[in-house]
């Protein structure tokens, strides 16, 4: 049973626009939300992470949105750059467990010049 | 500069054969982590490790096997009961106890069978 949910395989953008990637998640324990960019052959950087206490966390063009009500995260990538196609993985912390993570199963971006 | 080291970066296994992945890292963190990345999937955890010579099961720990003899080392070893070992592995790490911290990963190791 999937408690990490990214249920778009993959995703096209244009250059310039913005991309949004989206996140479900089904337990209602998780205390932080984590988003990694993955390139092949690479292992995943980690690029930005909320705290379930709050609904926004912004680092330069990545901003990453929390609904705790919906069980709903997205991460916006405004302007989106070719250099962003990569996989990106959303990830879930277990509270209490010390740092371990669930991951979702990616999606990958595709910019476009 | 500091980092997470996995190697080899390809490893082939025979069958019956028991092969160990290392895995190394300089950042001073507490805890290290065992990933299994399968085609189209998440990342899956094997075995974590918070302290020197203690560990604990994750998902889907059965035919593999670890030791933390020293802080910055986490081998893996994939043992011949682990009948799928095909897979990329990753290595993590990660501080405990400043909250919200996140794990960092090595480039990985890509295990074949022969």
């Known amino acids: 049973d999937q408690q990490v949910k990214q249920n778009s395989p993959s995703l096209s953008v244009q250059e310039g626009r913005i991309s949004i990637l989206n996140c479900d998640y089904t337990?209602?324990?998780?205390?932080?939300f984590l988003w990694y960019k993955k390139y092949p052959a690479e292992g995943p950087t980690f690029l930005i992470s909320i705290s379930s206490i709050k609904d926004k966390n912004e680092d330069g063009r990545f901003t990453v949105f929390l609904n705790k009500s919906a069980k709903h995260l997205s991460l916006h990538i405004v302007p989106s750059q070719p250099g962003d196609s990569a996989v990106y993985f959303c990830?879930?912390?277990?509270?209490?467990?010390?740092?371990?993570?669930?991951f979702g199963k990616g999606t990958k971006l595709s910019v476009k010049p | 500069d500091g980092g997470i080291t996995q190697s080899p970066k390809y490893l082939f296994r025979k069958e019956g054969q028991n092969v160990t992945l290392s895995c190394e890292q300089n950042l001073n963190h507490d805890a290290m982590y065992w990933y299994r990345q399968d085609p189209g999937q998440g990342l899956r955890l094997i075995y974590y490790?918070?302290?020197?010579?203690?560990?604990q099961k994750g998902d889907i720990a059965e035919g593999y096997s670890v030791s933390r003899e020293k802080k910055e080392s986490f081998p893996l070893t994939v043992t011949s009961a682990q009948k799928n070992p095909t897979a990329f592995y990753l290595c993590a790490s990660s501080y405990l106890d400043r909250e919200g911290q996140p794990q960092h990963f090595g480039d990985g190791t890509r295990l074949s069978i022969l």
């Open positions: 490790s918070q302290i020197v010579n203690d560990f």
């Open positions: 337990n209602s324990m998780f205390d932080y």
């Open positions: 990830a879930a912390r277990r509270g209490g467990s010390q740092g371990n993570l669930i």
